[in-house]
């Protein structure tokens, strides 16, 4: 562990390495792994949508999460005020704010229905704990998915307890509450989904369940797939909303950043992978639908639970990690509008985080509609991209494919075309080998693959 030196004034500083590892695996690690991937490489046909997957992980969400935790980092402010100064100091253009601005955006809209899914998680853990799975088959544990969705009030009470327990970690400031809050729910999440891997081990569905994971097959691979896998890249690692800037912005100067992203990147695809590993078999076991959207998880996990022996036990204990890690990304999520809001109004933290955890909180009630009265609600259905899409659909579709890879896209940019190569070398603190890699996939590479998947994709638009 490192020293505790302050990079600016007023500015508290992660307390080690260790802690920063932890705040950004926290961020990383989510219901992005764990209810996200599976169901969307579930809609998408399996094995080759994960390929594409962690490619987009490997050549560009690993540069650009170097290159964010870097910019935040010599920022040492919010991730809009931290443009503000890198430009001055480089001379460029003042259009580089809407890397701290698209992501700040970006990170506010993501919370409105990310609370909506972690207050499903937490509801669970209710239905869990009281045995409510337990003999039921998949038709039966659909029907209670379906009845909490098309409860507006229930729903709306879970998102507002999710977010209540946001806003009080959030308000207790880094140290108090961001670290200690990630250093233990980790490690136990893994254990539990590696239970269920086990579980899953024993089902007749584990060799179907692992060829669908691992097994690409080209013919299920469409163009929208491939925006979706780049898109997940950028979520999955919390890319393009400024998280990963505003935790750099509390990271020490001694601390190796390259290092610290390559732990940050495994962590959370490994997790990805084992959750895949453990909810495939039980879907095809059970002969539900691979493609069966957001409640995949919600639905393929209880079966399991209610069928296996200590499964009252393990299914409560897994939804109570699943609140934890859904947290620790939420707190994340709402960290840049409280940054820039307190440097910008004066606010002091508590009031800071009220203020802008109330706006998601309000917003989040949109969501919540989406999945019953406004079900038939689709504002922008005239652009066949977004045909059929509700207000949820859409903030998950408009941030995690076109906000979060343009704002790292234009970070990759700014660091590998604004700044010099000394200035990087030296801010990095990488050896000449890795230096240059780091250097070409990030001028060239990176930029080149985000640019002709979304060149790809405007045929969506129709
Ligand atoms: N990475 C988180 C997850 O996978 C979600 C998230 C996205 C968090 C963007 C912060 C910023 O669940
Ligand atoms: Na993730």
């Known amino acids: 562990t490192t020293t505790t030196t302050t990079a600016t004034a007023g500015h508290q500083n992660w307390s080690s390495r260790w802690a920063f590892v932890l705040a950004a695996t926290g961020s990383a690690v989510g219901l992005g792994n764990i209810w996200k991937f599976p169901y969307i490489t579930g809609e998408n046909g399996g094995g080759a949508f994960v390929l594409v997957y962690l490619l987009c992980i490997a050549a560009v969400g690993l540069p650009i999460l170097i290159a964010e935790i870097m910019l935040g980092r010599k920022g040492a402010k919010s991730p809009i005020a931290s443009m503000r100064d890198l430009i001055s100091k480089h001379n460029a253009s003042s259009g580089w704010v809407s890397i701290g601005a698209i992501g700040t955006l970006a990170a506010f809209l993501i919370l409105s229905f990310y609370s909506v899914i972690g207050g499903w998680a937490i509801n669970y853990v209710g239905y869990t704990v009281s045995g409510d799975f337990i003999g039921k088959d998949g038709d039966a544990v659909g029907g209670i998915f379906g009845a909490m969705l098309a409860d507006p009030s229930s729903l709306l009470f879970w998102h507002s307890v999710f977010m209540a327990l946001t806003l009080f970690i959030v308000a207790r400031g880094v140290k108090g509450g961001l670290e200690k809050a990630v250093t233990w729910l980790m490690p136990a999440l893994f254990a ?18 692992v060829s669908f994971l691992l097994t690409p097959d080209f013919s299920k691979l469409t163009q929208e797939g491939v925006l979706k896998a780049l898109g997940h ?124 955890g109330g706006a998601v909180w309000f917003l989040g009630i949109a969501t919540v509609l989406s999945l019953n009265l406004w079900s038939d609600v689709h504002p922008l259905g005239m652009i066949p991209a977004f045909e059929g899409k509700t207000i949820f659909d859409l903030l998950d579709y408009v941030t995690a494919n076109i906000m979060l890879p343009l704002a790292g896209l234009l970070a990759a940019l700014y660091v590998g075309w604004v700044m010099k190569k000394e200035e990087v070398a030296e801010e990095l603190s990488l050896a000449n080998g890795p230096m240059t890699l780091f250097w070409n996939v990030t001028r060239y590479i990176t930029p080149a693959a985000v640019i002709i998947v979304f060149m790809n994709s405007i045929g969506l638009l129709g």
């Open 233 to 356: 890249a950028f979520f999955t690692l919390s890319l393009g909303t400024g998280v990963m800037m505003a935790y750099g912005s509390y990271l020490n100067h001694d601390v190796s950043i390259g290092r610290t992203s390559i732990t940050v990147g495994l962590m959370d695809t490994v997790v990805a992978l084992v959750a895949g590993l453990a909810i495939f078999p039980i879907v095809f076991a059970n002969g539900m639908e691979p493609g069966a959207g957001p409640g995949l998880i919600f639905v393929s996990l209880p079966l399991a639970f209610g069928s296996m022996s200590l499964g009252t036990i393990i299914g409560t204990l897994f939804f109570v990690l699943l609140v934890f890690a859904a947290l620790t990304s939420a707190i994340s999520l709402l960290e840049p509008s409280v940054e820039w809001l307190e440097e910008r109004s004066g606010f002091n933290r508590v009031t800071a985080t009220l203020v802008a």
């Open 192 to 209: 539990l989904l590696i239970v269920m891997v086990i579980y899953a081990m024993t089902t007749t569905g584990f060799a179907q369940g």
